[in-house]
């Protein structure tokens, strides 16, 4: 966009995030806004469907509507939580898994191919919900001072250590957590957003505006590439998904976990 | 709307930081993930959980019926084995009554089958002696008579004394018994 009209090239950078809204004037609708939006509507419709005449026999659509309940169900809240406290979790862990899902794929859709979660609000809210939620089951379970001993004192470590260990424990369970979790899927959806403008934006450059036959030859290996990195990414956005919602169905279970 | 911390246009022309989150985004990130969790937690989750449930009692509830048929088929045959036993039972002492009672009805029958020839034999016996001595009575005196005619064609004369004529006739009766009753006695010791 900006390289088309100027001769000289402008490198992707974080102004590159910096969309302008949809209307002019509605400030807060932007294209993220508008990406989470719709893919809450997809979720909703889709599980809708999936689960409304939930029967014995299931339809294709429950049945795809049950490979994706159950991969969260089982396979993230009841190998982290353990099995019969996990139920309570998995509706707010179902709801986070295709949420962050749906608007990191949303990067690599035609038209959309933009991630959601680049712009570092959403990945706040997340990790501060996912916070917060290990932090009172756990409260609620061993009471404060309880909980406070269980995240900062791991059995078996000798008393003479504790004043080591109490300090690096609360700062990397309390306090770090969801900074890293936020950071991790914001560093990722953003890095790789700006990989792509580089390779395709370059690409676009050196092929039409450089004027150089050389250099437009290594525009169209720049393009190529930047399909093989949009592939990388795609996983890239399905794994960061996956590993945001295991990490806090994890905390949630060593919260409430019994002892270490 | 403003933002949090900065303002969202790049007409400043400043450099953003990507770390500083909009205020727009983290209210509906918010109300998005919570919107979500709830929609799961009382539609989508109960319906799967339900369809499970059922899915599981689908299962349990055939299994158990197959093992109610086979205990109904087990306790069909015992029925049948011990109705089996119990016939067999019954048979064997029908057979033994129909023993006892065969030999009880011969024992009866040759008793009154004995008695019935000894009071055929008795009856018999008793008949002969009656005719026995009926004939003797008639021989006696048909045998007098002719022996007086005989006698008194040889004689020539009419033996006209009743009472000689009697006695006559009683000796030579008399002599004719001791004579045979002689003659028994040897045939007896002999």
Known sequence: MIAGVSTEFIPPGPQSFDLPPIFSGVEWFTKPVLVAALSVVVILWFFWGASRKAAIVPSKLQFAGELGYNFVRNSIARDMIGSPEHMKYVPYLCGLFFFILLNNVAATIPLIQFPTFSHIGWPYVAAVMSWVIYNAVGIRKHGVWGYFKHQTMPAGVPGWLMPLMIPIEFISNI???PVSLSLRLFANMFAGHILLLVFVLGGEYMLLHSGSLALGGVGIITLLMA?????????????????FVVLT????GSAIAEEH | MTTLLLPLSEAAGEETSPLLPHTAEIIFGFVFLVLLAFAFAKYVVPRFEKAYADRTQAIEGGMNEAKQAQAEAKAALEKYNAQLAEARQEAAKIREDAREQGAQIIAEMRETAKVEADRIVTHARTQIDAERAQAVASLRSEVGHMATTLAGRIVGESLEDEARQRRTVERFLAD????????????TDG
């Open chain 1, 175 to 177: 306090l770090v957590r």
């Open chain 1, 227 to 243: 399909l093989a990195i949009a592939g990388l990414e795609l996983f890239v956005q399905v794994i960061q998904a996956y590993i």
């Open chain 1, 249 to 252: 169905a994890q905390y949630i």
């Open chain 2, 176 to 187: 004719l018994e001791a004579s045979e009753s002689a003659r028994q006695a040897v045939g």
